[in-house]
């Protein structure tokens, strides 16, 4: 075989292992965020119940539910963490 070849099986091996290697934490991740969202939609749905759709109480929740979104997706794609 060539050196070409070798260095392409190579370099393909690298990134399969490399993505068995990264996905578990990536799974982690995802999971804690969607749980992390479910909390902050259910704690908007109970503040417009109990507090109405326009109350301040339902609008902080919005507030907190939109920063969790924002927080997640930096989480799930800044190559830093």
Known sequence: ???????????????????????????????????????????LDRAIRDHGPDSREARARRAELHDVRVDCHVDRWSPSR
Not at 1 to 7: H, W
Not at 14 to 31: D, K, N, W
């Open 1 to 43: 075989m060539s050196r070409r070849t070798n260095l392409v099986r190579a370099v393909l091996v690298a990134a399969t292992l490399a993505g068995f290697l990264i996905t578990p934490s990536t799974m982690a991740a995802s999971e804690s965020c969607e749980h992390r969202i479910e909390r902050a939609e259910a704690r």
